[in-house]
């Protein structure tokens, strides 16, 4: 009886573990998001003087896989964008901690 408890117990930590680095996973594919406004600077924590967007309005921004980013670089290489700009950000292909 104290085995299979000890068994349970240990089984169900494992598995609650799993989940919560599961959650996690998800979380840490695409980063933000993060307003910029007029006024403030592009440069970090912004996101990078290379990039061309309208300088005059606000902008809800995520960093995504470099190629999968929708705002234009000024200045290659590489010409991939790692920003989007906008809701819904396409997902990430990485996998943190690893691949499950």
């Known amino acids: 009886m104290k085995r299979t408890l000890i068994a349970g117990l240990a ?6 573990n799993g989940l919560l680095l599961a959650a996690g996973t998800a979380q840490a594919a695409n980063q933000g ?8 600077p592009m440069s970090y924590p912004g996101p990078g003087g290379e990039f061309v967007w309208d ?19 000024n200045s290659p ?6 920003i989007w700009d906008g809701e819904n950000p396409p997902p ?9």
């Open 77 to 82: 290489p590489p010409p991939e964008s790692n």
């Open 92 to 100: 990430s292909d990485r996998c943190y901690p690893w691949c499950l």
């Open 11 to 16: 089984t169900a930590a494992l598995v609650s």
């Open 55 to 73: 300088m005059n309005v606000c902008h809800t921004w995520f960093r995504v896989d470099f190629g999968k980013g929708n705002v234009p670089r």
């Open 33 to 40: 998001p993060f307003v910029w406004c007029p006024g403030q």
